[in-house]
T-cell receptor
Framework: GAVVSQHPSRVICKSGTSVKIECRSL??????MFWYRQFPKKSLMLMAT?????????EQGVEKDKFLINHASLTLSTLTVTSAHPEDSSFYIC????????????FGSGTQLSVL | GQSLEQPSEVTAVEGAIVQINCTYQ??????LSWYQQHDGGAPTFLSY????GLEETGRFSSFLSRSDSYGYLLLQELQMKDSASYFC??????????FGKGTTLSVSS
């Protein structure tokens, strides 16, 4: 089946630093990628939708200047958490949909971000 | 907007059968998916229904009634490893999945 690789799996950083999370589709081209955030014991909340070659679409309440999303190629999308603070600590998960219509979403393995 | 309702917790014993219900409200409904997530892991796809009826995949089955905006996930012959969170998620054509709040299933021996 299709594989989505997400890196890093875990990151610990100091408050005020920026962290970049990469999401790659390894064996298919992903025209659309989605970024989710999940707090412990909670649901996955959609943060933004990124389309290759265009600006990301952010969900209401998500700060676009804080969570920078870049989808520069059909196989790579990145999420950069800028000037991270402890309240940004969370599990971030990307997912990708292939170029064909009606394809199901494939999820990365997630990134656990801890901001000290 | 969209909303999904599913029970927060379900408990069962090994070998039993469990049904996790999901009701939804959404515009432009395209399909209902079910995902399993173990602590610390990413969601893994279990089942998908776009049309009314039952879809069976091994020990897991999923049902959808579009007219009732209702679906369920049926887990048979429960095993300890089935202890996890289960999410229903609605799909609108070409967009992201919107997830329910999840049901924590605890299987005991």
């Amino acid at each position: 089946g299709a594989v989505v690789s997400q890196h890093p799996s875990r990151v610990i950083c100091k408050s005020g630093t920026s962290v970049k999370i990469e999401c790659r589709s390894l064996d298919f081209q992903a025209t659309t990628m989605f970024w989710y955030r999940q707090f412990p014991k909670k649901s996955l909340m959609l943060m933004a939708t990124s389309n290759e070659g265009s600006k990301a679409t952010y969900e209401q309440g998500v700060e676009k200047d804080k969570f920078l999303i870049n989808h520069a190629s059909l196989t790579l999308s990145t999420l950069t958490v800028t000037s991270a603070h402890p309240e940004d600590s969370s599990f971030y998960i990307c997912s990708a949909r292939g170029t064909l219509t009606n394809e199901k979403l494939f999820f990365g393995s997630g990134t656990q971000l801890s901001v000290l | 907007g969209q909303s999904l309702e599913q029970p927060s917790e379900v408990t069962a014993v090994e070998g039993a059968i469990v049904q996790i219900n999901c009701t939804y409200q959404t515009s432009g409904f395209y399909g209902l998916s079910w995902y399993q997530q173990h602590d610390g892991g990413a969601p893994t796809f279990l089942s998908y229904n776009a049309l009314d009826g039952l879809e069976e995949t091994g020990r897991f089955s999923s049902f959808l009634s579009r007219s009732d905006s209702y679906g369920y996930l049926l887990l048979q012959e429960l095993q300890m490893k089935d202890s996890a969170s289960y999410f229903c998620a609605v799909e609108q054509a070409g967009t992201a999945l919107i997830f329910g709040k999840g049901t924590t299933l605890s299987v005991s021996s």
